[in-house]
């Protein structure tokens, strides 16, 4: 069964307060096939199935700054573990390479797999986690309120400025920009699970 495997391991953590309760709950809306759970210390791990689980995976821990990112593609021994962390195979093997790598690495994320593509899915994270460290708190709020399927209008409305202004934000924050970097994420991850062998 081929997969993305996701292994986070917080940055800072002996300075800092544990974050890894927080994240696993931020992510509880993201399908997975088997769910993020902390592994040991400050890691927590995950197991996703679905190409387009990937993206809303990715955009919260990139966003807080806080987390060393591995992802990796492969396969995993069946029949699955009834947790995560008890996982097997080449994508749990890659994952690991990924998140040690990711330390030292831009954005702190990287990406390892059988598949080629897996080096144009970490270029296409690392420009996305560009786009994303230079929004504002401003351009956050217009992007989570267009990201909850609200109009520019409808968000101007609850943020009671005009709609000028929220394309203004819209168009510093790189929304626009950022749904096509969810996209080619998610094309990619696609292509190297087909890919993987």
């Known amino acids: ?22 994240a696993i709950d931020g992510l509880a809306a993201v399908p997975t096939l088997l769910s993020f759970q902390r592994t040991a210390g400050d890691e927590f791990q995950g197991v996703l199935d679905d190409p387009a689980a990937l993206p809303p995976a990715l955009e919260p821990l990139l966003r807080t700054d806080a987390w060393n990112i591995g992802i990796g593609i492969g396969e995993i021994e069946t029949p699955l573990p009834e947790h995560a962390r008890e996982g097997r195979g080449p994508a749990y093997v890659a994952a690991r390479e990924a998140v040690t790598a990711a330390k030292s690495s831009p954005w702190r994320v990287r990406a390892a797999g059988p598949s080629l593509t897996a080096r144009a899915l970490e270029s296409a994270v690392w420009l996305w986690a560009a786009l ?9 709020e217009v992007a989570d309120l267009v990201d ?21 934000r819209a168009a510093a924050a790189g929304i626009a920009e950022g749904r096509r970097a969810r996209e080619l994420v998610e094309f990619l991850t696609r292509t190297a699970l087909e890919e993987a062998r």
């Open 1 to 22: 069964m081929r997969v993305v495997v996701l292994t986070v391991d917080q940055h800072g953590s002996q300075s800092q307060p544990d974050q890894v309760p927080t």
């Open 132 to 140: 994303l460290a230079r929004r504002t708190e401003r351009g956050w």
């Open 148 to 168: 909850q399927g609200m109009t520019y209008d409808e968000a101007a409305s609850r943020l009671g400025i005009t709609q000028s202004a929220v394309s203004q």
